[in-house]
């Protein structure tokens, strides 16, 4: 596999439940990336992390909350969810934040369910 | 806006026949573009890359794209298809700005290949 390991891999939750998802990468990456992907959407970036720190919030709602204690790690907290926020959510890496030629990894996804 | 255009929803093919799946780009700067294969309830895996130098560049699998600034084009292409191609592909570019960089996705271009 890609080093990039997502958990859960599926995910039914109410939208008054709180739940979050977890992104881990032994690549001995710097940088780190939640993407939103839907049904016949382009993938949409969340969030970036560049050695632990968050440097773009694409306007994501504040009901998802990121949070990177390590650059290993990377949680996605959620509460309050609407369905439309049913999706598969992709976590990723890339060894350098500002090497422009480094090709990002991607985990497997966890599939999103709100109900 | 920088952006990315997978124009085809969907591509068929025969099996043994050459396939082609197009993208264009729209960024300031040098593009540094990238192609993306997503198998079902996987991940996106990473297939070749566009930084600089020779305009055709050779991935996994047998994959190549060809990259022409002119038409500002990268698309992929394989000379003989296999049915284990089938999947879905997407194309990235790569702005620079701020000090780090993010990939932008396109929507993404289904590929079946029929025996």
């Known amino acids: 596999e890609t080093g990039v390991t997502q958990t859960p891999r599926h995910l039914v939750m109410g939208m008054t439940n709180k739940k979050s998802l977890k992104c881990e990468q032994h690549l001995g990456h710097n940088a780190m990336y939640w993407y939103k992907q839907s049904a016949k959407k382009p993938l949409e970036l969340m969030f970036v992390?560049?050695?632990?720190?968050?440097?773009e919030n694409n306007s994501v709602p504040s009901r998802f909350s990121p949070e990177c204690p390590n650059s290993s790690h990377l949680f996605l907290h959620l509460h309050t969810l609407q369905p439309e926020d049913s999706a598969l959510y992709l976590c990723a890496s890339s060894q350098d934040p500002t090497g422009v030629s480094t090709e990002a990894f991607f985990g497997q996804g966890t599939r999103l369910t709100v109900v | 806006a920088q952006s990315v255009a997978q124009p085809e929803d969907q591509v068929n093919v025969a099996e043994g026949n050459p396939l082609t799946v197009k993208c264009t780009y729209s960024v300031s700067g040098n593009p540094y573009l990238f192609w993306y294969v997503q198998y079902p309830n996987r991940g996106l895996q990473f297939l070749l890359k566009y930084i600089t130098g020779d305009n055709l560049v050779k991935g996994s699998y047998g994959f190549e794209a060809e990259f022409n600034k002119s038409q500002t084009s990268f698309h992929l292409k394989k000379p003989s298809a296999l049915v284990s191609d089938s999947a879905l592909y997407f194309c990235a570019v790569r702005p620079f700005s701020g000090g780090y960089n993010k990939l932008i996705f396109g929507a993404g271009t289904r590929l079946a290949v029929h025996p």
């Open positions: 992390y560049n050695f632990k720190e968050q440097t």
